[in-house]
């Protein structure tokens, strides 16, 4: 059985909480060592990283990290524990940018430039509006694709969201992505998920630009 789970931003053991950044991180490098092509960011920039910006990526309250893992159906532990002691099977990421930061996003730079840390209190204000979620790190393990799990993370995803909006009084939720037009796989699974191209940018990208001469990216912005 597949369960969608969120991250929490902080656990009240630190043992648990080092494991889940741990876990996380682990994750995400295993995503860039085995499907490099599909994403703008490498391997050998992000494993360098320091602790704390993969704790500060998990605690940060502008981001929502959801994960799918397999579970047997008779598992009654906690949300946590089934994160420590299950095999994650995908996982994604809703950031949550401020209003002024939107039409500065692109394939250029990473999303996480718009819900920095001088950001995050800000990102925390209630308004009576519509508010845009970016998915960003969208995976999903090998063994698992084939199956629907990619399509019902992202279904999960976007109901994360809109309960998440709804709580706080806002009027609407609506989400974005960025994909590779060449990865026609990716698209075709935000398709399923109600996605459509709304945007074509050309790009080069930064793990590119070093090649001469550097060839250019055409990414599609689909949203739903």
């Known amino acids: 059985m597949t369960r969608f789970l969120v991250l929490p931003r902080t656990c009240d053991s630190q043992e648990s909480w080092d494991e889940l950044i741990d876990k996380s991180k682990a994750f995400r490098l295993q995503s860039l060592r085995e499907s490099p ?11 360098i990283f320091a602790c704390e ?3 500060g990526r998990l605690a940060n309250p ?3 990290a959801v994960v799918a893992v397999s579970v047997s159906t008779r598992n009654k ?3 946590l524990d089934v994160l420590l002691e299950s095999e994650w099977l995908a996982s994604t990421v809703l950031l949550r940018p401020l209003e002024d930061e939107v039409e500065k996003l692109s394939a250029s730079a990473s999303p996480w430039s718009s819900v920095t840390e001088e950001r995050e209190e800000r990102g925390k204000m209630i308004e009576d509006r519509r508010v845009l979620f970016v998915l960003n790190g969208v995976y999903v393990i090998p063994k698992a694709r084939g199956y629907g799990v990619g399509v019902a993370l992202l279904k999960a995803s976007l109901e994360i969201g809109n309960k ?3 709580g706080e009084g806002a009027v609407s939720a609506g989400f974005q992505v960025r994909v590779d037009a060449a990865n026609t796989a990716a698209v075709k699974l935000y398709e399923k998920a109600g996605f459509k191209i709304s945007l074509t940018e050309t790009i080069v990208m930064k793990k590119n630009a ?3 001469p550097p ?4 990414v599609y912005v689909m949203e739903r």
């Open 215 to 218: 060839p250019e990216t055409i």
């Open 77 to 79: 532990a906690s949300d």
């Open 164 to 166: 998440m909006v709804e």
């Open 62 to 64: 502008c981001a929502t």
């Open 53 to 55: 910006i993969w704790e």
């Open 37 to 47: 092509d599909a994403f703008a960011s490498t391997l050998e920039n992000e494993q």
């Open 210 to 212: 070093h090649k001469t």
